[in-house]
């Protein structure tokens, strides 16, 4: 039976460049890749992200999707990341950090499209 190993988020955005500043600024990721053609790839840790620009040039990239996406990141030290996000003012109006019924903190942010970031620690 095969095992699934990773999953790479990919993120529909309005502008790239924009994007990859934002993810590296708030979330410490690092750019491995941009190839001008509207992808940016960035890495933290052992965590991949992908932007991609929907910019209507193809079906399935219709501009309405920029901003339309979300994803769960798994990490340490919850506290001090949402302390610095807080500071960037780029922590969710609605979701502060707290603890869940499901045994994690949590917390999310918007990226500048208004793809949803939903960060979380799991509580032992």
């Not at 620009?53 to 999707?65: C, F, I, K, N, T």
């Not at 019924?101 to 942010?109: D, I, K, Q």
């Given at each position: 039976?095969?095992?699934f190993?990773?999953?790479v ?8 460049r ?6 590296e600024?708030?979330l410490?990721?690092t750019?491995?890749r941009h190839d001008g ?6 890495q933290?840790?052992?965590?991949e ?8 040039s193809?079906p399935?990239?219709?501009r309405h999707?920029?901003g339309s ?6 990490v340490?030290?919850i506290d ?6 807080r500071?960037?003012d780029v ?9 869940t019924?499901?045994r994690?903190?949590e917390?999310g942010?918007l990226?500048?499209?208004g793809?949803?970031?939903?960060l979380?620690e799991r509580?032992?």
């Amino acid at each position: 039976m095969s095992t699934f190993l990773a999953a790479v988020p990919a993120l529909p955005v309005a502008d790239e460049r924009r994007a990859v500043a934002f993810y590296e600024t708030a979330l410490g990721f690092t750019e491995l890749r941009h190839d001008g053609a509207g992808l940016g790839i960035l890495q933290r840790d052992d965590v991949e992200l992908h932007v991609w620009v929907a910019d209507g040039s193809a079906p399935g990239a219709e501009r309405h999707l920029a901003g339309s996406a979300s994803c769960r990141l798994q990490v340490t030290d919850i506290d001090a990341l949402y302390a610095h996000c807080r500071e960037l003012d780029v922590v969710h109006p609605n979701a502060h950090l707290a603890s869940t019924p499901w045994r994690t903190r949590e917390f999310g942010v918007l990226d500048p499209d208004g793809n949803l970031i939903a960060l979380y620690e799991r509580q032992r």
